[in-house]
DNA sequence: CGTGAGTTTGACGCTGTTCAATACTTGTGG
DNA sequence: CCACAAGTATTGAACAGCGTCAAACTCACG
Protein backbone atom coordinates (compact mmCIF):
# COMPACT_ATOMS: atom_id res chain seq x y z
CA UNK A 1 0.00 0.00 0.00
CA UNK A 2 2.97 2.31 -0.60
CA UNK A 3 1.92 3.71 -4.35
CA UNK A 4 2.89 6.58 -5.31
CA UNK A 5 1.37 9.07 -7.96
CA UNK A 6 3.32 8.74 -10.42
CA UNK A 7 1.73 11.69 -12.75
CA UNK A 8 -1.71 13.37 -11.65
CA UNK A 9 -4.76 13.25 -13.74
CA UNK A 10 -4.94 14.66 -16.83
CA UNK A 11 -8.57 15.96 -17.43
CA UNK A 12 -8.97 16.81 -21.34
CA UNK A 13 -11.77 17.24 -23.10
CA UNK A 14 -12.00 15.18 -26.34
CA UNK A 15 -13.86 16.39 -29.34
CA UNK A 16 -15.62 13.70 -31.49
CA UNK A 17 -16.17 11.45 -28.95
CA UNK A 18 -19.83 11.01 -28.48
CA UNK A 19 -21.63 10.43 -25.25
CA UNK A 20 -22.42 6.64 -24.95
CA UNK A 21 -25.83 7.65 -22.68
CA UNK A 22 -27.51 10.63 -21.95
CA UNK A 23 -25.84 11.13 -18.80
CA UNK A 24 -24.91 14.33 -19.49
CA UNK A 25 -22.60 16.24 -22.38
CA UNK A 26 -19.38 14.49 -23.15
CA UNK A 27 -17.60 14.98 -19.85
CA UNK A 28 -13.62 15.53 -19.42
CA UNK A 29 -11.23 12.08 -20.37
CA UNK A 30 -9.74 11.24 -17.30
CA UNK A 31 -6.22 9.42 -17.40
CA UNK A 32 -4.95 7.78 -14.11
CA UNK A 33 -2.10 6.26 -13.18
CA UNK A 34 -2.04 2.71 -11.15
CA UNK A 35 -2.03 3.14 -7.43
CA UNK A 36 -3.12 6.54 -8.09
CA UNK A 37 -6.21 8.03 -6.63
CA UNK A 38 -9.33 9.01 -8.00
CA UNK A 39 -11.34 10.51 -5.17
CA UNK A 40 -10.90 9.81 -1.30
CA UNK A 41 -13.63 9.54 1.07
CA UNK A 42 -14.96 12.31 1.87
CA UNK A 43 -14.27 14.46 -1.37
CA UNK A 44 -16.93 16.32 -2.62
CA UNK A 45 -19.28 14.33 -4.83
CA UNK A 46 -19.59 16.47 -8.09
CA UNK A 47 -17.99 14.13 -10.52
CA UNK A 48 -19.27 10.30 -11.12
CA UNK A 49 -17.34 8.35 -13.73
CA UNK A 50 -16.90 5.75 -16.57
CA UNK A 51 -14.41 3.31 -17.04
CA UNK A 52 -12.97 3.32 -20.44
CA UNK A 53 -10.02 1.03 -20.27
CA UNK A 54 -8.61 -0.32 -17.22
CA UNK A 55 -9.89 -1.60 -13.28
CA UNK A 56 -10.74 0.55 -10.63
CA UNK A 57 -10.90 -0.21 -6.99
CA UNK A 58 -13.45 1.17 -4.82
CA UNK A 59 -12.83 1.09 -0.59
CA UNK A 60 -12.37 1.93 2.51
CA UNK A 61 -9.71 2.30 5.60
CA UNK A 62 -10.80 1.51 8.67
CA UNK A 63 -8.55 3.07 11.48
CA UNK A 64 -6.37 0.15 12.23
CA UNK A 65 -4.87 0.17 8.54
CA UNK A 66 -7.73 -2.89 7.37
CA UNK A 67 -8.82 -2.29 3.91
CA UNK A 68 -12.08 -3.43 2.17
CA UNK A 69 -12.79 -3.36 -1.06
CA UNK A 70 -15.95 -2.91 -2.37
CA UNK A 71 -15.84 -3.54 -5.61
CA UNK A 72 -13.97 -3.39 -8.94
CA UNK A 73 -15.00 -1.57 -11.94
CA UNK A 74 -13.82 -2.78 -15.61
CA UNK A 75 -14.51 -1.24 -18.86
CA UNK A 76 -17.76 0.39 -19.53
CA UNK A 77 -19.36 0.58 -15.64
CA UNK A 78 -20.19 3.41 -13.87
CA UNK A 79 -19.12 4.33 -10.06
CA UNK A 80 -18.79 7.22 -8.17
CA UNK A 81 -22.25 8.44 -8.19
CA UNK A 82 -23.55 8.82 -4.74
CA UNK A 83 -26.94 10.32 -3.16
CA UNK A 84 -25.11 12.60 -1.09
CA UNK A 85 -22.97 15.45 -1.68
CA UNK A 86 -19.59 13.80 -0.45
CA UNK A 87 -18.26 10.52 -2.13
CA UNK A 88 -18.68 7.74 0.76
CA UNK A 89 -15.63 5.69 -0.58
CA UNK A 90 -11.99 5.78 -2.27
CA UNK A 91 -11.65 5.12 -6.05
CA UNK A 92 -8.36 4.11 -6.91
CA UNK A 93 -6.65 2.99 -9.93
CA UNK A 94 -5.77 -0.58 -9.70
CA UNK A 95 -4.13 -0.69 -13.39
CA UNK A 96 -3.26 2.07 -16.08
CA UNK A 97 -6.92 3.70 -16.27
CA UNK A 98 -8.99 5.88 -18.58
CA UNK A 99 -11.79 7.14 -17.45
CA UNK A 100 -15.06 9.81 -18.97
CA UNK A 101 -16.35 12.12 -15.90
CA UNK A 102 -19.50 13.09 -15.39
CA UNK A 103 -21.14 16.06 -13.48
CA UNK A 104 -23.84 15.29 -11.34
CA UNK A 105 -24.80 18.25 -11.19
CA UNK A 106 -28.12 19.15 -12.62
CA UNK A 107 -28.49 15.64 -12.98
CA UNK A 108 -31.90 15.27 -11.08
CA UNK A 109 -32.95 18.15 -13.34
CA UNK A 110 -31.61 16.57 -16.54
CA UNK A 111 -33.58 13.25 -15.13
CA UNK A 112 -37.42 14.74 -15.02
CA UNK A 113 -36.77 16.40 -18.89
CA UNK A 114 -35.90 13.23 -20.25
CA UNK A 115 -37.74 9.83 -18.49
CA UNK A 116 -34.69 7.83 -20.27
CA UNK A 117 -31.90 9.31 -18.03
CA UNK A 118 -34.01 8.11 -14.73
CA UNK A 119 -34.38 4.72 -16.30
CA UNK A 120 -30.52 4.69 -16.66
CA UNK A 121 -29.70 5.84 -13.33
CA UNK A 122 -31.88 3.76 -11.86
CA UNK A 123 -31.18 0.87 -13.66
CA UNK A 124 -27.20 1.74 -12.40
CA UNK A 125 -28.53 1.87 -8.89
CA UNK A 126 -30.46 -1.28 -8.78
CA UNK A 127 -27.51 -2.86 -10.74
CA UNK A 128 -24.91 -1.60 -7.97
CA UNK A 129 -27.38 -2.31 -5.10
CA UNK A 130 -27.70 -6.29 -6.41
CA UNK A 131 -23.58 -6.67 -7.01
CA UNK A 132 -22.85 -5.32 -3.62
CA UNK A 133 -25.60 -7.91 -2.16
CA UNK A 134 -24.08 -11.08 -3.80
CA UNK A 135 -20.50 -9.72 -2.43
CA UNK A 136 -22.18 -9.82 1.02
CA UNK A 137 -23.06 -13.27 -0.30
CA UNK A 138 -19.84 -14.07 -0.42
CA UNK A 139 -17.81 -12.44 2.54
CA UNK A 140 -21.01 -13.95 5.17
CA UNK A 141 -20.73 -17.64 4.80
CA UNK A 142 -18.09 -19.10 2.62
CA UNK A 143 -14.51 -20.58 3.23
CA UNK A 144 -11.73 -19.20 1.60
CA UNK A 145 -12.10 -21.67 -0.67
CA UNK A 146 -15.46 -20.78 -2.33
CA UNK A 147 -14.66 -16.94 -2.23
CA UNK A 148 -12.09 -17.51 -4.34
CA UNK A 149 -13.49 -19.69 -6.66
CA UNK A 150 -16.31 -17.13 -7.15
CA UNK A 151 -13.83 -14.45 -7.58
CA UNK A 152 -12.40 -16.41 -10.03
CA UNK A 153 -15.22 -17.35 -12.20
CA UNK A 154 -16.56 -14.04 -12.29
CA UNK A 155 -13.57 -12.70 -13.28
CA UNK A 156 -13.83 -15.62 -16.30
CA UNK A 157 -16.80 -14.69 -17.23
CA UNK A 158 -16.29 -11.18 -17.93
CA UNK A 159 -13.01 -12.24 -19.46
CA UNK A 160 -13.73 -12.68 -23.35
CA UNK A 161 -11.61 -15.81 -23.63
CA UNK A 162 -13.59 -17.65 -20.24
CA UNK A 163 -10.59 -20.04 -19.73
CA UNK A 164 -7.69 -17.76 -19.79
CA UNK A 165 -7.67 -14.19 -18.38
CA UNK A 166 -5.59 -11.67 -16.80
CA UNK A 167 -5.88 -10.56 -12.96
CA UNK A 168 -5.59 -6.49 -13.04
CA UNK A 169 -5.22 -6.69 -9.36
CA UNK A 170 -2.80 -7.84 -7.03
CA UNK A 171 -2.51 -10.43 -4.33
CA UNK A 172 -3.08 -8.14 -1.68
CA UNK A 173 -6.39 -6.23 -3.49
CA UNK A 174 -8.28 -10.24 -3.95
CA UNK A 175 -7.20 -10.77 0.22
CA UNK A 176 -8.58 -7.50 0.55
CA UNK A 177 -12.16 -7.97 -1.59
CA UNK A 178 -12.95 -11.14 -0.29
CA UNK A 179 -12.09 -10.65 3.91
CA UNK A 180 -8.92 -12.33 3.50
CA UNK A 181 -4.80 -12.49 4.23
CA UNK A 182 -2.67 -11.99 1.60
CA UNK A 183 -1.51 -15.20 2.76
CA UNK A 184 -4.56 -17.23 2.61
CA UNK A 185 -5.34 -15.45 -0.98
CA UNK A 186 -1.72 -17.40 -1.93
CA UNK A 187 -2.04 -20.16 -0.44
CA UNK A 188 -5.68 -21.27 -2.20
CA UNK A 189 -4.47 -20.63 -5.80
CA UNK A 190 -1.88 -22.75 -5.09
CA UNK A 191 -4.30 -25.64 -3.53
CA UNK A 192 -6.33 -24.78 -6.95
CA UNK A 193 -3.30 -25.25 -8.52
CA UNK A 194 -2.76 -28.68 -7.23
CA UNK A 195 -6.44 -29.62 -7.35
CA UNK A 196 -5.69 -29.12 -11.52
CA UNK A 197 -8.55 -26.59 -10.97
CA UNK A 198 -6.30 -23.83 -12.91
CA UNK A 199 -2.99 -22.88 -13.88
CA UNK A 200 -1.00 -19.71 -13.17
CA UNK A 201 1.40 -19.37 -15.81
CA UNK A 202 2.59 -16.13 -14.12
CA UNK A 203 1.07 -14.89 -10.77
CA UNK A 204 -1.15 -12.80 -12.76
CA UNK A 205 -2.26 -15.20 -15.44
CA UNK A 206 -5.10 -17.65 -14.72
CA UNK A 207 -6.12 -20.83 -16.72
CA UNK A 208 -8.94 -22.61 -16.19
CA UNK A 209 -8.26 -25.98 -16.32
CA UNK A 210 -11.54 -27.91 -14.84
CA UNK A 211 -14.08 -24.84 -15.18
CA UNK A 212 -16.65 -27.36 -14.07
CA UNK A 213 -14.79 -27.69 -10.97
CA UNK A 214 -14.61 -24.27 -10.49
CA UNK A 215 -18.11 -23.48 -11.01
CA UNK A 216 -18.58 -26.94 -8.21
CA UNK A 217 -16.97 -24.66 -5.13
CA UNK A 218 -19.88 -22.32 -5.62
CA UNK A 219 -21.87 -23.70 -2.85
CA UNK B 1 -35.32 -22.76 11.17
CA UNK B 2 -38.26 -25.30 11.78
CA UNK B 3 -40.96 -22.21 11.52
CA UNK B 4 -44.59 -22.77 10.29
CA UNK B 5 -46.80 -21.17 9.02
CA UNK B 6 -49.47 -19.86 11.64
CA UNK B 7 -51.76 -18.28 9.45
CA UNK B 8 -51.38 -16.70 5.94
CA UNK B 9 -51.65 -13.61 4.66
CA UNK B 10 -54.43 -11.44 4.93
CA UNK B 11 -54.74 -9.19 2.13
CA UNK B 12 -57.37 -6.56 3.01
CA UNK B 13 -57.73 -3.34 1.01
CA UNK B 14 -58.45 -0.40 3.74
CA UNK B 15 -59.99 1.89 2.75
CA UNK B 16 -59.78 5.84 4.00
CA UNK B 17 -55.70 5.15 4.36
CA UNK B 18 -53.87 8.27 3.09
CA UNK B 19 -50.87 6.84 0.21
CA UNK B 20 -47.78 7.54 2.44
CA UNK B 21 -46.25 8.91 -1.23
CA UNK B 22 -46.44 9.00 -4.51
CA UNK B 23 -45.51 5.40 -5.11
CA UNK B 24 -49.09 4.39 -6.11
CA UNK B 25 -52.80 4.60 -4.88
CA UNK B 26 -52.86 2.84 -1.84
CA UNK B 27 -52.34 -0.64 -1.59
CA UNK B 28 -52.94 -3.75 -0.04
CA UNK B 29 -52.64 -3.85 3.96
CA UNK B 30 -50.85 -7.57 4.67
CA UNK B 31 -50.59 -8.90 8.24
CA UNK B 32 -48.34 -12.13 8.71
CA UNK B 33 -47.51 -13.94 11.56
CA UNK B 34 -43.65 -14.06 12.70
CA UNK B 35 -41.83 -16.36 11.05
CA UNK B 36 -43.92 -16.80 8.10
CA UNK B 37 -42.99 -15.86 4.49
CA UNK B 38 -43.72 -12.93 2.28
CA UNK B 39 -42.16 -13.88 -0.91
CA UNK B 40 -39.57 -16.48 -2.04
CA UNK B 41 -36.68 -16.14 -3.81
CA UNK B 42 -37.72 -16.80 -7.33
CA UNK B 43 -41.38 -15.30 -6.52
CA UNK B 44 -42.79 -13.13 -9.36
CA UNK B 45 -42.29 -9.97 -8.38
CA UNK B 46 -44.70 -7.83 -9.26
CA UNK B 47 -45.59 -6.31 -5.57
CA UNK B 48 -43.22 -4.64 -3.37
CA UNK B 49 -43.57 -3.57 0.51
CA UNK B 50 -43.68 -0.67 3.39
CA UNK B 51 -43.70 -1.58 6.17
CA UNK B 52 -45.99 -0.20 8.97
CA UNK B 53 -45.09 -2.52 11.99
CA UNK B 54 -42.95 -5.14 13.14
CA UNK B 55 -39.30 -6.35 11.79
CA UNK B 56 -39.06 -8.56 8.41
CA UNK B 57 -35.68 -10.03 7.13
CA UNK B 58 -34.46 -10.52 3.33
CA UNK B 59 -32.37 -13.50 3.40
CA UNK B 60 -30.74 -16.52 0.82
CA UNK B 61 -30.83 -20.03 1.51
CA UNK B 62 -27.49 -21.90 0.42
CA UNK B 63 -27.75 -25.46 -0.60
CA UNK B 64 -26.10 -26.67 1.91
CA UNK B 65 -28.87 -24.83 4.27
CA UNK B 66 -26.44 -22.27 5.29
CA UNK B 67 -28.81 -18.76 5.61
CA UNK B 68 -27.23 -14.86 5.20
CA UNK B 69 -29.82 -12.23 6.25
CA UNK B 70 -28.94 -9.30 3.63
CA UNK B 71 -31.07 -6.96 6.11
CA UNK B 72 -33.52 -6.78 8.47
CA UNK B 73 -36.38 -3.46 7.71
CA UNK B 74 -38.25 -1.94 10.60
CA UNK B 75 -41.10 0.64 10.31
CA UNK B 76 -41.48 3.23 7.49
CA UNK B 77 -38.74 1.20 4.68
CA UNK B 78 -39.56 -0.27 1.90
CA UNK B 79 -38.34 -3.80 0.45
CA UNK B 80 -38.84 -6.24 -2.29
CA UNK B 81 -38.98 -3.82 -5.19
CA UNK B 82 -36.29 -5.33 -7.93
CA UNK B 83 -34.82 -4.37 -11.10
CA UNK B 84 -35.53 -7.87 -12.99
CA UNK B 85 -39.34 -9.67 -13.23
CA UNK B 86 -38.14 -12.19 -10.17
CA UNK B 87 -37.45 -11.59 -6.43
CA UNK B 88 -33.88 -12.11 -5.78
CA UNK B 89 -34.50 -13.00 -1.94
CA UNK B 90 -36.54 -14.28 0.03
CA UNK B 91 -38.47 -12.19 2.35
CA UNK B 92 -39.97 -13.22 6.05
CA UNK B 93 -41.71 -11.66 9.05
CA UNK B 94 -39.40 -11.65 12.12
CA UNK B 95 -42.10 -10.43 14.29
CA UNK B 96 -45.63 -9.93 13.65
CA UNK B 97 -45.80 -7.57 10.92
CA UNK B 98 -47.94 -5.23 9.27
CA UNK B 99 -47.56 -4.36 5.71
CA UNK B 100 -48.53 -1.96 2.66
CA UNK B 101 -48.32 -3.74 -0.71
CA UNK B 102 -47.74 -1.95 -3.98
CA UNK B 103 -48.11 -2.54 -7.67
CA UNK B 104 -44.75 -2.60 -9.76
CA UNK B 105 -46.93 -2.50 -12.49
CA UNK B 106 -46.87 0.58 -14.35
CA UNK B 107 -44.33 1.91 -12.04
CA UNK B 108 -42.28 3.53 -14.81
CA UNK B 109 -44.73 5.45 -17.03
CA UNK B 110 -45.88 6.51 -13.30
CA UNK B 111 -42.44 7.43 -12.41
CA UNK B 112 -42.13 8.81 -16.13
CA UNK B 113 -45.19 11.23 -15.47
CA UNK B 114 -44.38 12.70 -11.97
CA UNK B 115 -40.53 13.30 -11.36
CA UNK B 116 -41.20 13.07 -7.59
CA UNK B 117 -42.06 9.60 -7.75
CA UNK B 118 -38.73 8.95 -9.87
CA UNK B 119 -36.91 10.57 -7.48
CA UNK B 120 -38.29 8.33 -4.33
CA UNK B 121 -37.47 5.20 -6.15
CA UNK B 122 -33.88 6.51 -7.16
CA UNK B 123 -33.37 7.29 -3.49
CA UNK B 124 -34.57 4.17 -2.35
CA UNK B 125 -32.32 2.29 -3.88
CA UNK B 126 -29.02 4.39 -3.37
CA UNK B 127 -30.27 3.93 0.45
CA UNK B 128 -30.52 0.14 0.18
CA UNK B 129 -27.06 0.68 -1.64
CA UNK B 130 -26.06 2.65 1.27
CA UNK B 131 -26.74 -0.17 3.74
CA UNK B 132 -25.59 -3.19 1.72
CA UNK B 133 -22.22 -1.79 1.59
CA UNK B 134 -21.71 -0.67 5.42
CA UNK B 135 -22.93 -4.14 5.98
CA UNK B 136 -20.41 -5.80 3.62
CA UNK B 137 -17.86 -3.89 5.42
CA UNK B 138 -19.12 -5.43 8.99
CA UNK B 139 -19.01 -8.80 7.18
CA UNK B 140 -15.39 -8.67 5.56
CA UNK B 141 -12.93 -7.46 8.18
CA UNK B 142 -14.40 -7.42 11.33
CA UNK B 143 -14.07 -9.66 14.46
CA UNK B 144 -16.91 -11.37 15.94
CA UNK B 145 -17.06 -8.39 18.77
CA UNK B 146 -16.67 -5.58 16.42
CA UNK B 147 -19.41 -6.89 14.40
CA UNK B 148 -22.09 -7.11 17.49
CA UNK B 149 -21.06 -4.00 18.73
CA UNK B 150 -21.69 -2.70 15.09
CA UNK B 151 -25.35 -4.62 15.52
CA UNK B 152 -26.06 -3.18 18.68
CA UNK B 153 -25.26 0.59 18.03
CA UNK B 154 -27.12 0.34 14.91
CA UNK B 155 -30.60 -0.56 16.92
CA UNK B 156 -29.46 1.29 19.34
CA UNK B 157 -29.55 4.28 17.21
CA UNK B 158 -32.70 3.46 15.67
CA UNK B 159 -35.04 2.82 18.97
CA UNK B 160 -37.14 5.62 20.72
CA UNK B 161 -34.38 5.20 23.92
CA UNK B 162 -30.96 4.95 22.67
CA UNK B 163 -29.66 3.23 25.79
CA UNK B 164 -32.79 0.00 26.33
CA UNK B 165 -34.44 -1.79 22.95
CA UNK B 166 -36.21 -4.50 22.70
CA UNK B 167 -34.29 -7.11 19.65
CA UNK B 168 -37.23 -8.72 17.28
CA UNK B 169 -34.87 -10.87 16.42
CA UNK B 170 -33.55 -14.41 17.95
CA UNK B 171 -29.91 -15.16 18.26
CA UNK B 172 -29.94 -16.95 15.07
CA UNK B 173 -31.08 -14.25 12.87
CA UNK B 174 -28.45 -12.09 14.28
CA UNK B 175 -25.89 -15.05 13.68
CA UNK B 176 -27.01 -15.26 10.12
CA UNK B 177 -26.93 -11.47 9.60
CA UNK B 178 -23.07 -11.37 10.89
CA UNK B 179 -22.31 -14.32 9.51
CA UNK B 180 -21.48 -16.05 12.95
CA UNK B 181 -23.15 -18.81 14.76
CA UNK B 182 -25.77 -18.62 17.13
CA UNK B 183 -23.00 -20.28 19.67
CA UNK B 184 -20.54 -16.95 18.87
CA UNK B 185 -22.97 -14.78 19.13
CA UNK B 186 -24.02 -15.81 22.48
CA UNK B 187 -20.92 -16.16 23.73
CA UNK B 188 -20.10 -12.41 23.05
CA UNK B 189 -23.22 -11.07 24.25
CA UNK B 190 -22.04 -12.70 27.55
CA UNK B 191 -18.79 -11.10 27.20
CA UNK B 192 -20.31 -7.58 26.32
CA UNK B 193 -22.18 -7.66 29.66
CA UNK B 194 -19.21 -9.10 31.74
CA UNK B 195 -17.02 -6.08 30.26
CA UNK B 196 -20.31 -3.88 31.80
CA UNK B 197 -20.79 -2.87 28.19
CA UNK B 198 -24.67 -4.11 28.22
CA UNK B 199 -27.00 -5.47 30.22
CA UNK B 200 -29.34 -8.14 29.08
CA UNK B 201 -32.59 -8.34 31.38
CA UNK B 202 -34.18 -11.01 29.45
CA UNK B 203 -32.30 -12.08 25.88
CA UNK B 204 -34.31 -9.76 24.04
CA UNK B 205 -33.77 -6.45 26.39
CA UNK B 206 -31.12 -4.84 25.65
CA UNK B 207 -29.85 -2.06 27.79
CA UNK B 208 -26.78 -0.33 27.11
CA UNK B 209 -24.51 0.29 29.90
CA UNK B 210 -21.23 1.65 28.39
CA UNK B 211 -22.77 3.40 25.41
CA UNK B 212 -18.97 4.97 24.57
CA UNK B 213 -17.55 1.45 24.88
CA UNK B 214 -19.60 0.35 22.43
CA UNK B 215 -18.90 2.56 20.01
CA UNK B 216 -15.49 2.39 20.70
CA UNK B 217 -15.69 -1.42 19.68
CA UNK B 218 -16.30 0.02 15.85
CA UNK B 219 -13.27 0.20 14.72
C1' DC C 1 -45.44 -30.05 36.14
C1' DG C 2 -44.02 -31.54 31.20
C1' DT C 3 -42.79 -30.05 26.71
C1' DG C 4 -40.37 -27.53 23.25
C1' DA C 5 -38.22 -23.48 21.40
C1' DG C 6 -34.67 -20.57 22.33
C1' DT C 7 -30.37 -19.66 24.76
C1' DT C 8 -26.16 -20.44 27.26
C1' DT C 9 -22.01 -22.89 28.39
C1' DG C 10 -18.11 -26.17 27.89
C1' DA C 11 -14.54 -29.00 25.47
C1' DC C 12 -12.24 -29.63 21.39
C1' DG C 13 -10.61 -29.06 16.58
C1' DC C 14 -10.11 -26.74 12.24
C1' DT C 15 -9.66 -22.76 9.34
C1' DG C 16 -7.51 -18.81 8.64
C1' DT C 17 -4.26 -15.30 10.89
C1' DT C 18 0.21 -13.91 12.40
C1' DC C 19 4.96 -13.69 12.18
C1' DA C 20 8.95 -14.77 9.72
C1' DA C 21 11.78 -16.26 6.04
C1' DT C 22 12.49 -17.11 1.21
C1' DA C 23 11.69 -16.71 -3.79
C1' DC C 24 10.24 -14.47 -7.79
C1' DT C 25 9.61 -10.30 -10.99
C1' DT C 26 10.61 -6.00 -12.72
C1' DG C 27 13.02 -1.87 -13.36
C1' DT C 28 17.38 0.78 -12.73
C1' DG C 29 22.06 1.89 -13.08
C1' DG C 30 26.87 0.47 -13.42
C1' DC D 1 24.63 -7.85 -19.51
C1' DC D 2 24.69 -8.31 -14.78
C1' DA D 3 24.01 -6.60 -9.96
C1' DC D 4 21.00 -4.60 -7.05
C1' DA D 5 16.80 -2.90 -5.04
C1' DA D 6 11.91 -2.70 -4.35
C1' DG D 7 7.67 -4.57 -4.89
C1' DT D 8 5.15 -8.82 -5.08
C1' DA D 9 4.29 -13.62 -4.15
C1' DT D 10 4.98 -18.01 -1.89
C1' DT D 11 5.85 -21.05 1.93
C1' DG D 12 6.34 -22.63 6.79
C1' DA D 13 5.35 -22.95 11.77
C1' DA D 14 2.83 -21.55 15.71
C1' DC D 15 -1.19 -19.58 17.34
C1' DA D 16 -5.97 -17.86 18.04
C1' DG D 17 -10.59 -17.14 16.94
C1' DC D 18 -14.46 -19.09 15.69
C1' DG D 19 -17.04 -23.36 14.44
C1' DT D 20 -18.66 -27.93 15.84
C1' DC D 21 -20.64 -31.05 18.85
C1' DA D 22 -22.87 -31.92 23.04
C1' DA D 23 -25.19 -30.90 27.19
C1' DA D 24 -27.61 -28.04 30.43
C1' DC D 25 -30.44 -24.22 31.40
C1' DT D 26 -34.61 -20.85 31.02
C1' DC D 27 -39.02 -19.61 30.09
C1' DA D 28 -43.61 -19.62 28.07
C1' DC D 29 -47.37 -22.45 27.38
C1' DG D 30 -50.37 -26.36 27.75
Not at 7 to 13: I, L, S, T
Not at 107 to 129: C, N
Not at 188 to 208: N, Y
Amino acid sequence: MSMQQVYGAEHVYLEGVQPPSGLGAVGPVVHIAPGCEIYAEGDDADLFYKVVSGVVRICKFLSDGRRQIESFHAEGEIFGLEAADAHRFTAEAVSDCTLIAYRRRNLASRAAADESVARELFAHAMDSLARAQDHLLVLGRRSAMEKLASFLAEWADAAPDHRRFTLAMTRQDIADYLGLTIETVSRTFTQLEKDAVISIPTPREIRLTDPAALRRLNA
